[in-house]
């Protein structure tokens, strides 16, 4: 995982206010704001002097140093000495440069709208980055899983099941809920189109192969993407704006281990049980349809749904789920890591989560299709 940016203000006595900067400084990350060292200068008594820690600064480009010129003006406004003796050198003498010589009147130019090549720029540095951040935590995740298998990963075995209790057990109803309404959704379809021909016995043929190889995994995937996806990735940005995350680094634990790790396994765990059981309760709902509406007995339709089904249908459904497992896990988990450090942060890396995770399951379930299409599935 790539180190996010981070500021933090803390007060030694009454006299310093000491400036501490962490993580990697990039601008196009965008810029740091100055609003924590205004309320800090507000608030008294006035510090004699504002100071800097950078021993957590792995690296930074010129949005530190414009960060640190924003310090340093609104520190000559209020009138508060500015110790640079902490900022590592060259900054200090970036920042000597560029006071060297006072800004001239009028020198800086109105803010003009980015122009369609350069925003289609900023939007493409941006996806390469999130490409390399992405590649980053599969690569570390992969490796999390070898520890795991070696016995070495450190997690806490409550926490785990206490996450298999909520992505289980406490996913029930609404799989429930979503799994009947789709079977019922499906048999209704197909008995208005086969009752024309007298062929309304195949509906239970319809929902049966449709439930066990595409719906019931997907809709459990999508479902869980929205509920428990969500939950991961704000469950983990709260921590991250608690500072909880470089808690755990402090402390000398793997955040990937400690939080990640349990979520996964408990995901790629009760994603096949789930989708198990959403194709049974889709299944009912095609029943339901077929015996209220069809005149069929549910025998019958029972019988028909066996004859249709094979074991390559359920065994190819749970497969996809345990991908569609993997894949929700992993995108809650890295937008919660990626969260910014505000709360309106959390919110969007809940709904990023959710979107990442449910254009993955679709592009898994479009490459299955061909695959099992390639391998005669």
């Known amino acids: 995982m790539v180190e996010q940016s981070h500021v933090s203000f803390d007060r030694i006595g009454d006299e310093i206010l000491l400036v501490r900067l962490s993580g990697v400084w990039r601008l196009r990350r965008g810029l740091a704001s100055t609003t924590g060292l205004e309320q800090e200068l507000q608030t008294p008594p006035l510090p004699s002097r504002v100071a800097f820690d950078t021993q957590k600064l792995t690296g930074w480009d010129s949005s530190a140093l414009i960060f640190l010129t924003n310090v340093s003006e609104l520190c000559r406004q209020r009138g508060v000495p500015l110790d640079r003796e902490g900022l590592p050198s060259g900054i200090r003498r970036l920042l000597e440069l560029s006071e060297a010589v006072p800004e001239r009147k009028g020198a800086r130019k109105d803010v003009m ?3 369609i090549l350069e925003r289609f720029g900023t939007t493409t540095i941006g996806l390469a980055g999130s490409v390399v951040e992405m590649l980053a935590f599969l690569g570390e995740m992969t490796l999390t899983f070898v520890r795991l298998f070696g016995m070495k990963a450190r997690y806490r075995t409550s926490d785990l099941f206490l996450l298999l209790q909520e992505c289980g057990a406490q ?4 799989v429930t809920l979503i799994s009947f309404l789709v079977g019922v959704i499906l048999a209704f379809v197909g ?3 086969l009752r024309q ?5 195949y509906v239970a043929d319809l929902v049966g192969i449709a439930m066990m190889r595409e719906m019931g995994a997907m809709m459990t995937a999508i479902i869980m993407a929205g509920r428990t996806g969500a939950a991961f990735a704000a469950q983990l940005g ?12 402090t402390a000398g634990f793997s955040p990937l281990e400690f939080l990640v790790l349990p979520r996964a396994v408990a995901l790629i765990v009760m994603m096949p049980l789930l989708c198990l059981y959403a194709d049974f309760v889709g299944v009912l709902g095609g029943a339901a349809i077929g015996v209220g509406m069809l005149d069929l007995s549910w025998s019958t339709y029972f019988q028909e749904t ?5 074991l390559t249908d359920v065994f190819g459904g749970v497969f996809k789920s345990s991908v569609y497992g993997v894949l929700i896990a992993l995108a809650g988990c890295l937008r919660g890591l990626q969260c910014g450090n505000s709360s309106s ?7 990023s989560a959710v979107v990442t995770g449910i254009v993955a399951i679709i592009v898994a379930c479009g490459i299955f299709a061909v695959m099992f299409y390639v391998l005669g599935i």
């Open 345 to 351: 942060a959390v919110g969007n890396a809940a709904t």
């Open 238 to 249: 709260t921590m991250k704006v608690t500072q909880e995350v470089d808690a755990f680094r």
């Open 197 to 201: 021909f007298g062929a309304q016995i």
């Open 191 to 193: 008995a208005v189109q």
């Open 306 to 310: 066996a004859k249709a089904v094979t």
């Open 171 to 174: 996913a029930l109803p609404i």
């Open 113 to 115: 709208e980015a122009s």
